[in-house]
């Protein structure tokens, strides 16, 4: 079985029960070195969650590392997966999964919005292809990108990058991206979108009813497939999972990295790996605090903390029946 396979049948099985909508606490402290000071906390994360051997739901977590509190946003007998926080904070976008087959990329879903508190959800796509990866405009056009993956049964193969209103109606949808490669990443208050095409990461300017234009973005080392990134709110730093081509699994063979952007020129700069490469750990989908202080990440269904500053990691989800995957800082707009 190659390293794709396997890591889509990880994610097949996380699909099937859990319950209601609700709330609960359960006080159960992390791994921590006796004597070692707690977590400061607290932290407010929104993400997918759900019991490891079951459906996710969006559910948006505070913990201070010894306690947690769950609040489940979405509730339905589908997985929902990948939130992502609107500039103003007022809604939730995410990805809902009607149909999981072994290859993750012949899932079914649709591009869903809510707002913060789990209420007005609404679908702003069908589920007739796989529709992921959403992310939040930043320009206050309130529009959300994401990428669609269409086969060749439907009439051309390829992944394409698509932007809807927030406020839109399935169908809506419009291609921006010009070739059936492409991978839509964080955008920026110029309007433009960071875009993996080729494995490499450019600046498309997205050109309705005609031809978007495109920019390599620097990097400062031999080349890798960057992959998951997000820009820090303030735009001058961006966080990813690295991964060597030559390799054989973008997840368990990826390093996550921490570095500079300066999006004038466009370049990234001043690479720091805060997660070595670990093959016996999933460690992916970094995010970026409001005030670039704290990454987030998913290891094994637990959520990590890393201090920047500190260069210290710490376990701060608490409740070990939950599997967590895919956190997103409560006031970052990924």
């Known amino acids: 079985m190659n390293a794709s396979g396997r890591f889509r049948i990880l994610l097949a ?14 006080p159960q402290a992390p791994d921590v070195n006796e004597g070692e000071d707690p977590f400061s906390g607290p932290v407010t994360w929104v993400s997918s969650a759900g019991p490891q051997a079951g459906r996710f739901r969006i559910a948006r977590t505070t913990s201070n590392g010894r306690t947690s509190e769950i609040t489940y946003l979405t ?62 405009a930043r320009d206050g056009s309130n529009r959300i990108t994401w990428t669609r993956t269409i086969h060749a049964a439907d009439g051309r193969q390829g992944r394409y990058v698509y932007w809807t209103a927030s406020d839109a109606q ?28 080729g494995g490499y990461y450019t600046l ?41 081509p030559a390799g054989t699994d973008p997840y368990m063979q990826a390093e996550l ?10 370049a990234i700069a001043n690479e720091f790996t805060f997660v070595p490469k670990n093959e ?8 970026i605090s409001p005030d670039n202080q704290l990454l987030i990440y998913a290891e094994d269904g637990k959520i990590m903390l890393y201090d920047v500053g500190a260069r210290r990691t710490r376990q701060i989800s608490t409740m070990n029946h939950v599997y967590y995957a895919y956190p997103t800082f409560l006031g970052s707009v990924k």
């Open 257 to 266: 990295v921490l570095a500079d952007f300066d999006a004038s020129i466009p």
């Open 280 to 287: 016996s750990k999933l460690s992916w989908y970094p995010g």
């Open 170 to 197: 399935p169908g809506d949808e419009r291609q921006i991206s010009a070739t059936d490669a492409e991978f839509s990443n964080s955008n920026l208050q110029d309007g433009r979108i960071i875009v993996s095409r």
């Open 75 to 136: 509730d339905s007998a589908y997985s929902d997966y990948k939130p992502v926080i609107s500039p103003d904070g007022s809604r939730i976008a995410f990805f809902r999964a009607y149909s999981q087959p072994a290859d993750v990329n012949r899932w079914e879903t649709s591009i869903c919005v809510m707002n913060s508190d789990g209420s007005d959800l609404r679908e702003l796509t069908d589920h007739d292809y796989m529709n992921s990866e959403p992310y939040w």
């Open 13 to 26: 099985l996380l699909t099937v029960l859990n319950s209601g909508c609700t709330s609960n606490s359960q």
């Open 204 to 244: 498309m300017t997205p050109n309705p009813g005609g031809e978007p234009s495109y920019e390599m973005i620097g990097y400062p080392d031999s080349h890798h497939i960057l992959h998951k990134g997000t820009v820090s709110n303030d735009e001058t730093m961006i966080a990813y999972m690295k991964w060597d």
